[in-house]
């Protein structure tokens, strides 16, 4: 029995549901932070404990490397590993304070001359790297790695001068895009879910979805995988389905697919819980580590996202 005034013990899914499975898995494979963010989502865990989590990838310069995102190894500040440590400092609600104001010191020093950020710095060189995300000495600026950044810290309403230049640059990127890429397109949909001018991100996200259909970007029959291309440099099999994009009923993508589409996509997420609990990675596999690492974070979105729209997970 319980002391009187203690702290109440985690909940425990019921046995065999997808979330008891998943816990399995990632009590059996997660690091610390993904650990932490497991149990904060669905054990009631504190945010506190994400946070000193993070802070084990956070550098002095107020970025975060380390190999926080598995796929860029090494101790050096990466946009990309900035960026995920937002991603996590939002799900728990502590995106702003002295924490951010040193992410956007660190983002303006390693801006490109648009005022952007590159999808990676040149520091990256020496360390182990995906081979799909090569190293360049003078990168460009780049949607998929400023449009997620852009996005979140205006969803949480930080103030901060390199998030103008920033920001135009993601609307010019956005609304001339001809021909894009799944992840491309995430990105994007993460900057205008959540960027202020709402007329303008609903027409831009209108165009988008045409595009994503035109284009057949998003797997709309599960069952038909083959009739929708892998994107140039993918791995096989490597699509993308309706919930990647549409995340949760709110987002602005959810309007670019149909009640059914959605359904079958949801239905597809929910079939994809491997034996061991976990789901699986789509990327290219090109070391072991990046692709044991990646998934309980993998696993952690597909139940957030089977929650959001409703689909029981334990």
């Known amino acids: ?177 001809e021909k894009s890429h799944p992840y491309e397109v995430e990105a994007a949909v993460t900057f205008l879910d959540s960027v202020p001018d709402r007329t303008r991100a609903e027409a831009a996200a209108d165009r988008l979805g045409r595009l994503v259909r035109e284009q057949r970007l998003a797997v709309l029959d599960p069952d038909r995988p083959d009739a929708f291309p892998v994107a140039s440099g993918y791995a096989p099999g490597e699509h993308h389905f309706p919930h990647d994009y549409a995340k949760s009923p709110d987002s602005l993508a959810r309007a670019w697919f149909t009640d059914e589409e959605m359904t079958r996509s949801l239905d597809h997420l929910a079939a994809g819980q491997r034996e061991d609990g976990g789901w699986s990675v789509r990327r290219r596999r090109w070391a072991p580590a990046p692709a044991l690492e990646a998934r309980p974070r993998v696993t952690i979105e597909a139940l957030r996202i089977l929650r959001a729209h409703g689909r029981f997970v334990g």
């Open 1 to 177: 029995m319980a002391e009187l005034g203690a702290s109440p013990l985690p909940s425990t899914p019921p046995a065999r549901s997808p979330l008891f499975r998943a816990e399995q898995f990632v009590w059996l494979t997660a690091r610390v932070l993904e650990q932490h963010l497991f149990t904060y989502h669905f054990l009631n865990g504190s945010p506190e404990a994400v946070e000193a989590a993070l802070d084990a990838y956070r550098n002095e310069d107020g970025g975060y490397g380390h190999a926080l995102e598995p796929d860029l190894r090494g101790p050096v500040s990466q946009p990309l590993h900035t960026a995920h440590a937002l991603r996590v400092l939002d799900a728990v609600g502590r995106c702003g304070g002295q924490r951010v104001e040193r992410v956007c010191r660190y983002l303006t020093a390693v801006s490109t001359p648009d005022g952007a950020l590159p999808a990676i710095h040149p520091s990256q060189r020496g360390y182990p790297t995906a081979p799909f995300v090569p190293v360049v000495d003078d990168p460009p600026s780049d949607l998929l790695a400023t449009g997620p950044v852009v996005g979140l810290l205006h969803r949480n309403e930080v103030w901060h001068a390199w998030l103008f230049r920033a920001t135009d640059y993601c609307w010019q990127a956005v609304e001339t895009l």
